[in-house]
């Protein structure tokens, strides 16, 4: 089904906490990312897909890929070979599902592991995309030179973030969303599972960025090793995403 790394002798707290507040989600993930962020999520998927297609990569990265949906997409827009990585085992299992019913099983390896500790050598990868990962990991920075270990030398890599909008009144409405309303309509449509994720992610959202700004995230993509650093806040300033390319490339 898909192949199983060493997670067990790694595990920290937030990979642990991750793993739990996920678990009762996978089946209905994709569907209610849609609904809760009234079509958004897909809009932002495609937005960073967008900055990897135009390299033809043969080989791609795909890190916290959960149920697949960028997987998908990349495999559906490129004709590369890809690997998907999360540390959720029932997140894997519903994506491998999700590459079945989309005739894709050929072209994509999903694979139990750590963002932050890739089982994968130097330069392997062509392209890599990441996505909702960095609030999930003790040290941002370390996990961005190691995402950018295993991307050979001038390969894109492409992540997408929620975050914060920066002007006042479209933060206070997303303040007012993302504690009020959020909670109750993931309970509505999802249960208990989406209740728990909706009280989790906006207090969780603010509390990366009051730590690690964007200008912090931006700087430590370049301190990784990584060229040509640029940024797109979508949607109001609720998503944001970076790309950029592995120093060394001609």
């Excluded at 490129?78 to 999360?86: E, L, N, W």
């Excluded at 001038?154 to 969303?177: D, H, M, Q, T």
């Amino acid at each position: 089904m898909f192949s199983n790394t060493d997670v067990d002798a790694s595990r920290n707290a937030p990979n642990d906490f991750s793993r739990q507040l996920f678990a009762p989600l996978p089946n209905r993930y994709n569907v209610l990312n849609q609904i809760l962020s009234f079509g958004q999520d897909r809009r932002w998927r495609a937005a960073m897909v967008s900055h990897v297609v135009g390299a033809k990569p043969t080989l791609v990265l795909d890190v916290a890929c959960g149920p697949c949906a960028v997987t998908k997409r990349l495999a559906k827009k490129t004709s590369a070979m890809i690997v998907g990585v999360d540390l959720s085992e029932d997140m894997l299992r519903a994506g491998q599902l999700n590459i079945q019913r989309g005739g894709l099983e050929r072209r994509v390896a999903l694979v139990l592991s750590r963002g932050e500790q890739l089982p994968f050598a130097d330069a392997t990868f062509d392209a890599l995309t990441f996505t909702y990962l960095l609030r999930y990991v003790n040290d941002p920075a370390a996990t961005m030179k190691e995402l950018a270990r295993v991307v050979k030398p001038g390969g894109p890599i492409a992540n997408l973030e929620f975050a914060v909008p920066p002007r006042l009144g479209w933060r206070i409405a997303w303040w007012f969303y993302t504690r009020c309303v959020l909670p109750v309509a993931g309970y509505l449509t999802g249960g208990k599972g989406w209740w728990d994720v909706g009280r989790f992610l906006g207090p969780s959202i603010s509390k990366h960025y009051k730590k690690y700004p964007v200008d912090w995230t931006l700087r430590a993509w370049e301190h990784a090793g990584i060229e040509h650093v640029e940024s797109e806040r979508m949607s109001l300033g609720g998503g944001i995403v970076i790309w950029g390319y592995k120093a060394g490339g001609e």
